[in-house]
């Protein structure tokens, strides 16, 4: 061993977000590939988790400080979208020349986005079918990471439009040497508050010189943040027509809560002699799953597909139902 070397510590960055997994190190006199040197992430298989995050009253820890949600005032966030660029651009559309996707620089998979230059072209942007108009803020994570960029000019940004696209207001905006620097990754999140209306568009916009500045986007995601009561309401309207009464003698616990893939139910009671039935909601009330089980006080949802994000799971037992809020993680 030459005694000259400085061995230090190194920690895995599986999801690469520039913070490291602290029960997966290394000790090298240099750095190996997909490690770095901070030991702070909290869940090392979600980049929009890490110190440098910002808080989402989501259920989830977000800035890995020990605390979930504090500062949370009753707004509840919900998954609106996730692009990862893999099969198409995903909620987005791209510009025209200036902007596409490709195997360069992504942040997982093999996809990411690109904009390059400063034209008419150098943009991506959400379609109507991306719908704000619930939500009281939106959030959106990504990462990104910049080639090419030579001068304090040079910049991108992330801009909401609130008539259909025709105009745009700067919501964020990174510089070359400020936000970032050249060939290193960044993770970014953006809190923009409503109120949002059936018009409002997000955009990225490239503010660079030519070509051969690039700005590579991957791993979007859009939640948006809504009132927990008006979630609660949402449901019930949904539900109209339904029996909203609790059977007498019983109560309903989900675990894990939050899930990965799967969750159990339990109901303590009586034992279970009607066949029960389970409906998965989104917080519109939008049913997504409904599945009847064998006659059990426990059993087993599986096979969601969900996103990550806030949804009711309502369990029907004759002529009355429990619901129980669940969160869903990645």
């Known amino acids: 061993m030459d005694d000259s070397l400085a061995f230090i510590t190194y920690y ?14 290394q000790y090298a006199c240099a750095q190996p590939a997909g490690y770095v040197t901070n030991s702070g992430d909290c869940n090392d298989n979600n980049p929009a988790v890490n110190p440098g995050a910002a808080e989402l009253c989501d259920g989830i820890d977000n800035d ?16 609106v979208s996730f692009s990862d660029f893999e099969t198409g651009m995903g909620s987005w559309s791209d510009g025209g020349t200036d902007c596409g996707r490709g195997t360069l620089n992504p942040n997982s998979g093999s996809y990411s986005a690109w904009l390059r230059d400063n034209t008419m072209s150098s943009v991506m942007y959400t379609s109507s079918s991306t719908n704000l108009t619930p939500y009281e803020e939106i959030a959106v994570d990504f990462t990104f990471y910049v080639t090419g960029f030579d001068n304090s000019g040079e910049d991108f940004w992330l801009q909401l ?19 970032f620097v050249n060939n290193v990754r960044y993770q970014a999140t953006v809190v923009i508050p409503g109120p949002f209306n059936s018009y409002s568009r997000l955009r990225f916009r490239c503010d660079a010189s030519d070509d051969g500045d690039i700005v590579y986007v991957d791993d979007v995601r859009i939640r ?19 029996r909203d009464l609790r059977p007498a ?7 894990p809560n939050p899930f990965l893939d799967r969750f159990d139910i339990r109901i303590t009671g009586p034992a279970i002699t009607a066949t029960p039935e389970v409906t998965v909601l989104d917080l519109t009330g939008r049913v997504l799953y409904r599945n009847r089980f064998e006659p059990a006080n426990q059993f087993t949802v599986e096979g969601l597909g969900l996103l990550s994000g ?21």
């Open 12 to 25: 895995a960055d599986a999801d690469k977000d520039g913070y490291g997994n602290p029960a997966d190190s």
């Open 249 to 255: 003698g019983f109560s309903m616990r989900i675990f």
């Open 161 to 179: 439009s609130t008539n259909g696209g025709w105009t745009y207001s700067t919501k964020e905006e990174w510089n070359l040497g400020d936000e």
């Open 224 to 242: 948006g943040c809504r009132n927990a009561a008006s979630a609660q309401g949402a449901l019930k309207s949904a539900e109209a027509g339904s």
């Open 64 to 79: 890995c400080d020990g605390t979930v949600d504090e500062g949370c005032t009753g707004c509840t966030y919900e998954l």
């Open 310 to 330: 806030t949804y009711f799971v309502k369990v029907q037992l004759g002529n009355a139902f429990l619901t129980e809020k669940i969160i869903k993680t990645e």
